[in-house]
């Protein structure tokens, strides 16, 4: 997504990101992967830049070394949304410093042409770093479904 706002600490940036996940992939939760990745579009500093004028460069890469089992609710009206929680290391690309944060996903597939996404990440005491907000793409790019197996819905024999 291009000219998207997110927010670091609670402060509007502008930029371009991009969200790769694969949650749950044929219902094994220790398979899921998801990165992101923002590109910040930093604006040219004005013809005489004091140091004050020249914005930081809030590029960066978050992926993800645990995942945890994904969360599946039914959305009132219709839909399904999917939340899983990990743990991972965002580094940001002008200076290659990184650090540990927890991040929540969340992924909603809705009734209509568009579906929502968002992803929060917490420092070590919880304090929210970054919030995408939530974020509507079209339909074809999140599909989010009920994992149900064999064993979920035909009942292992018992013996007493």
């Given amino acids: 997504m ?19 996940a694969d949650i749950c992939p ?3 939760p220790g398979s899921s992967t998801f990165s992101y990745t923002f590109v910040d579009i930093v604006p040219p500093p004005s ?11 809030f590029s960066f890469v978050f992926t ?13 009206g219709g839909g399904l949304s999917l939340v899983v929680s990990a743990t991972g290391i965002r580094t940001f690309t002008a200076t290659g410093t990184t650090e540990t944060l927890s991040a929540e996903l969340t ?7 568009f579906d929502t996404f968002r992803l929060i990440l917490r420092n070590s005491i919880g304090a ?9 793409v079209p339909d074809a790019n999140i599909n989010v479904q009920d994992c149900i197996t064999f064993p979920d819905v035909i009942p292992t024999p018992s013996f007493p």
Avoid: M
């Fill in 2 to 20: 291009t000219n998207s706002i997110v927010f670091f600490d609670g402060v509007a940036e502008t930029g371009t990101e991009q969200l790769l």
């Fill in 47 to 57: 013809p005489t830049p004091t140091p004050s004028d020249i914005p930081g460069d």
């Fill in 128 to 136: 929210v770093v970054f919030d995408t907000l939530v974020k509507s």
């Fill in 107 to 113: 992924l909603s597939e809705l009734p209509g042409a």
């Fill in 64 to 76: 993800p070394v645990e995942i945890g089992s994904p969360t599946c609710t039914a959305i009132p």
């Fill in 26 to 28: 044929s219902c094994d």
